[in-house]
């Protein structure tokens, strides 16, 4: 194993790793044994230093991932298709599959602020919903009758960031109304809501 | 401690002191003089009146401006949180009873057989900056294992009020900071702001502090959490919440049962310490999707969701 793998690993487990290592090392971990193995050992090492037991350390989710990624059927053809391998922690290649936003617009996805406050516009789609764009999640136009159902075709990598996010701001708030009766600073949680609902 | 204005704090922290906690044995190295100040500033935030202006900042984001105030009428108090800043939102907590303390802040507090926070973060003490105007004492708190951030708090000298937090990250790197601009104590009540939108804080039922009420009814379940970390609030398992904390971390779990198939996968995203880490994965033959939110490392969230399972 590289040095420079083995800096991507710890900088994995210390949460600092940046984009590009995070697909280096899941991309290895399919097929290195001995990477899965170090992982392990880090944190084994690292729980030990930090005086606690590494009995609760030998979680090895690669393994199952592995499992799931067999099971999966791939289509590899699309591998060829987009013409660079993707690494993705469950690293699919399968069929379009459709995720549900919970009703939530799926907008500005690529929109990049900038520093003068002009939001740039997202671009919606007008592709009905269920033809995608491979390369990542697109916006599609919001009302279909009564339903708003936007579609994601996750290159699962971009799709799962994506929900991540969205996620966030979804949930924020219900996190905070816990946080701020069981953290030190009050009501302060609140203030990491982007948008206080009432 | 003679530097104390001698309050009635320093009196219940005096009374305190006399209190035993768990043994040496149970919790090593413990600083028993953190440990007081943290004691006697999850009491003050509760007991003492104060309003001020704090000052929230996190990466690369524009500075956030709110005005607090904490006033306590006979056995209640009230909370109200003013976006000076962005939205112009208010969050109010009306009627909050003194003696209702929910599980983060017991874990703050002096008792009888727990180590507290003190189990899982080394604390040490020292002499804090000028925090709005306050002398302060500084209290560092180190996480002892990889699972949470550590924070620098710097509290009231006089009355244990936390005046200035910082959370910081691996490579000592600050990830957010709270801080008061002003304070005043007393229960005087700035007057009215423009408010765009406000909200009541919820209250939910704090969970039993002993156990987790873990009704064997089918649900799903956490299985991992990292060591020191207790439920909030009394959930039922099938709720799609739970949320825990360790008296300075809370993380949140959002379980969503999708409607058709999802790819199985992972995502994440980062705001100053907090993280939102989701996947896609079946439970029970069911596909879901896990959410763990919360001011917790990637990797302490993924490892929960990745503990999840399904109980009949």
Redesign the interface.
Known sequence: MSDKMRESLSA?????ANELELQRVLKQMENDGELRQTWVRYNAT??VM???GAG?LN?D?SAR?RT?IAE?EAAPSLRQRIGRPFA???V?A?VA????L?GQQLAQISSADDPYGNKAVATVGSSPVGLVNTMGATAVQASYGTQAVPSLQ?A??T???????Q??EM??Q??A????????????????VE???? | MSALRFSHFAALMLALAAVPWASAQECPEVNPEAVKWLDKMSRSLQHVSYHGVVTFQRGGEDMQVVQVSHSVDGGTSTDRLTQLTGQGAEVVRKDHPLDCIHPGHNLLRLGQNQCGVAANYRLSVSEGDLVAGRHSVRIAVAPRDMYRYGYVMELDRDTGLLLKTATIGRGNKVLEKFQFANLSYGDDSPEGLDTAISHSAHHPVPAASSTNAAAKSPGWRVRWLPPGFAATDAVSSASPRKTYTDGLAVFSVFLEKLDREIRPGEGVARKGSSTSYTRGVKLAGEPVLLTVVGEVPVNTARMVADSVVWER
Request: proline content about 5%.
């Open positions: 994995l487990m210390d949460d600092e690292r729980s930090a005086g606690q609760n979680i989710i991932v799931a999966s993705s922690f469950a699919a399968s599959a459709t995720v549900v919970g996750p699962a990598k799709a799962y960031k994506e929900l991540a996010r996620r966030m949930y924020m219900e996190h109304e816990h946080a701020a009766l069981n953290t030190p600073q009050g009501l302060m949680p609140f203030v990491r948008e206080i609902r009432e």
